[in-house]
């Protein structure tokens, strides 16, 4: 490309610079597209937050250990109970402030029927925050 000048001398030496102006077009035109896409790559509502200052609240809520054997026998707290009372202690429960946290605890053979019942009795009586404990350690 660059075989030499425009003069009308005979030297035929190849041009040594690199030419810059196609290097600068690629780069103004990436400029321009970031331009237009950055601002439509944010998707937050700008909100101007009011100032308060108040203390995290440490309260903690209870929590109700609910656990059900193989068999399908249900304890709450470790007291063994019928499912008809179950019912009066889920209601119970859903009314207190902070409402407690229900951490259900079944054995792994327990049939998942009875694990739906429980679950399907606590959320008609109110309580909305239940977890399920499991053990941590990996099987072999």
Known sequence: MAFGGFGKGSESSPMAEIN????????????????I??????HSVKI??????????ATRPDHVALSIDALGA???NGERI??????????AAARREPQPELHIRADKTTQYQVIAQVMATAGKTGLTRIGFISD???TP
């Open 37 to 42: 896409t950055a601002p439509l790559l944010t």
């Open 74 to 76: 249900i304890f709450w």
């Open 136 to 138: 941590p350690r990996e």
């Open 20 to 35: 810059m102006v196609p290097l600068i077009d690629v780069m103004l035109v990436l400029l321009v597209i970031f331009i």
């Open 48 to 57: 101007d937050l009011p100032r308060a200052a108040s203390n995290p609240n």
């Open 82 to 91: 019928d499912k008809s009372a179950l019912t009066q202690r889920f209601a």
